[in-house]
């Protein structure tokens, strides 16, 4: 930058103004063939601001554009890091991940970055049968070792959230980033009520509900009893239908009223941990994870019927994909999983964020045969129509329990 555009002002300014400072000059003061030393000033100024922005033009990328630049939610969120602080909050918020249920499974995540809508997992049946006599005049007959197949569905899920930027001036707080701090604990309801509608849905088909559910619920208010209610004794015939490997149930999942009945019991004992915090809560032994969205029935003369579920260690399979890639165009950082978007003339900012993940009942069989899309929804997963048990029943580590709360 030329050196005349320099003052010093403890003495009079003698400088003239040359070419586009003089036509500034022009703009913003009365013409002068000298300059006032307000206007030495101002093109002292000028000249820092233009050796400012000289020096972001050189560090700016390849086609940036000074002139029309704003700062963009993709400027200050980088997916590489977000995304995977979204999984990894989700897994510390969930209930089901920190009592066992869920397992997340690096198998799993490498099949949720395949292609298509499902995948199929082939497993081996046990042997079964008699073993052979031997003998010294015949030989021993040959069997086949079979295989079934697993299936589970792949979820494509998504949401999106905008802020208004005079919205969150008067607010006094930044919208976009209450947004940011909120997605983890978005998505984790979001995947429990997923993986309440898979439970509706297991229970509902066939083989399940014919193996693995304790149906004593009374349907009227006057017939319930102790044998209708979850207590000592029919918590333990429920338990009891996984036969030997009972004793790989972890926890238990059930609604506030069946909570606060069993507390009343004394049913619910309370675990201290080895570090500061609230006490771990244990139902008969197994972890207690409450949620009033479990489902809930009016029975057919008008009593209240609850669901509750026993849950074996890594029963539910979570895989997220981590293929992400960038898009074509898209503002800032933008990839598929995490987008942007700037409406200027709104002064909105938009946030797109965009999974794809596996919540798998392991050995009970996705069949998908009443979905209309490409992925399910809610109601089309809880459709018992949709799933079909290929493990052995005892082998699943699921149990529900359709029971009502005493009024006492």
Known sequence: MPAAHFVDHRKPARQKAKGEDKKILNLMFKPNRRM?????????????????VGAYRAEAPEGFDPQNAELLVSDIIQPELFLPYVVQRSAQLSNLVKSGIIDTDGTFSSLA???????????????????????????????????????????????????????????????????IDLVATYWNRKEQDLLISTLEGVFASTAMAASNVSNIASESTGGITAATVLNYNTFLNAKALLGDVSNKLTAIAIHSAVYFSLLKANLITFEPVSTQGQPIEKFLGLNVI????????????????????????????????????????????????LEFGRVPLAGQNIMINRRRFILHPRGVKWLGVSVAGLSPTNAEVANGAN??????????????????????
């Open 290 to 337: 409450v949620d009033d969205t479990l489902p809930t029935e009016v029975g057919s003369s008008g009593s209240a019927i609850f669901h509750s579920y026993l849950f074996g260690q890594g029963a539910i399979a979570q895989g997220v994909s981590t293929n992400n890639p960038p898009i074509e165009g898209g503002a800032g950082n933008s990839t598929w999983q």
């Open 387 to 408: 799933w079909l048990r290929v493990y052995d029943a005892k082998n699943t580590r699921l149990v529900m329990i359709r029971h009502n709360v005493s009024a006492t």
């Open 36 to 52: 006032t030393r307000k206007q030495a000033a101002f093109l002292k100024c000028l000249a820092m601001a233009r050796s400012i």
């Open 113 to 179: 970055n395949g292609g298509g809508s499902h995948i199929t997992m082939p497993f081996w049946n046990d042997l079964t049968g008699s073993d052979q006599v031997l003998s010294d005049t015949g030989a021993l007959v040959t069997k086949k070792i079979s295989t079934s197949q697993d299936a589970a569905v792949i979820h494509n899920r998504g949401d999106s959230w905008s802020t208004n930027d005079l919205a969150s001036i008067l607010a006094g707080d930044n919208g976009m980033q209450r947004i």
